[in-house]
């Protein structure tokens, strides 16, 4: 079993409709999730991160925690053409002296104009 | 401008020539970890450092070497290169590595294809 599972897609969505992400981990220790949005070709960057149970709101962003089920979701309304992009999940592992951050493959998702 | 660099950003070469890919950080940073990324493998992280002059394995550190003599600067250095090490690797940053919303800030990657 991998250590953060995502759905590769693609996840095809028409313009302005409600984009659902979802990535599940297998540590129950893991204690922080983020949320990068990749561009083919480049490099990852940050659109959040959630540590506690529930949601998280940014801008056209939701992220929501689940951390009895071990899940976790990034909401995207209104999509837009230029959201389209592979969103990674990434978990933060706690261990010794340092933590680590496991990344799942990511869920390509299309927006169609 | 706070940003993690890379260079080179393309770089073809051939087997068993040695090189170097540095990483630069302006964040004052005490992390910084190198990965490489591969069609559906995702990103796996290859070595890491806490500060100065402290390095440790990532889960593929295998035909690798990395230094940490400045803060600001993480180089990765393949010594032999081979074919298997064709990939798209980025140099990422954070402040720590032990707080709950320490956020990793990647540099913009280097396209590796060896020959």
């Known amino acids: 079993q991998k250590e953060v599972e995502q759905n590769s897609g693609p996840l095809s969505v028409p313009e302005g409709a409600i984009a659902s992400l979802n990535c599940t981990y297998s540590d129950r220790g893991s204690q922080s999730f983020f949320w990068y949005r990749q561009y083919s070709g480049k490099s990852p960057e940050l659109i959040m991160f959630?540590?506690?149970?529930g949601d998280k709101e940014d801008g056209r962003f939701t992220a929501q925690l689940n951390k009895a089920s071990q899940y976790v979701s990034l909401l995207i309304r209104d999509s837009q053409p230029s959201d389209s992009a592979t969103y990674l999940c990434?978990?933060?592992?706690?261990?010794?002296?340092?933590?680590?951050?496991?990344f799942g493959t990511g869920t390509l998702l299309a927006v169609q104009p | 401008e706070a940003q993690v660099t890379q260079n080179p950003r393309y770089l073809i070469t051939v087997t068993g020539k040695k090189l170097t890919v540095t990483c630069s950080q302006n964040m004052n940073h005490e992390y910084m970890s190198w990965y490489r990324q591969d069609p559906g493998l995702g990103l796996r992280q290859i070595y890491y450092s806490m500060n100065v002059e402290v390095t440790d394995k990532g889960d593929v550190p295998e035909g690798y070497k990395v230094s940490r003599k400045e803060k600001r600067n993480f180089p990765l250095i393949l010594e032999s290169p081979s074919p298997n090490q064709t990939s798209l690797y980025f140099c990422?940053?954070?402040?720590?590595?032990?707080?709950?919303?320490?956020?990793?800030?990647f540099g913009p990657g280097t396209r590796l294809t060896v020959l």
């Open positions: 990434a978990v933060m592992n706690y261990g010794g002296a340092t933590n680590k951050l496991i």
């Open positions: 990422a940053s954070s402040l720590t590595a032990r707080g709950v919303s320490d956020t990793q800030y």
């Open positions: 959630i540590y506690s149970n």
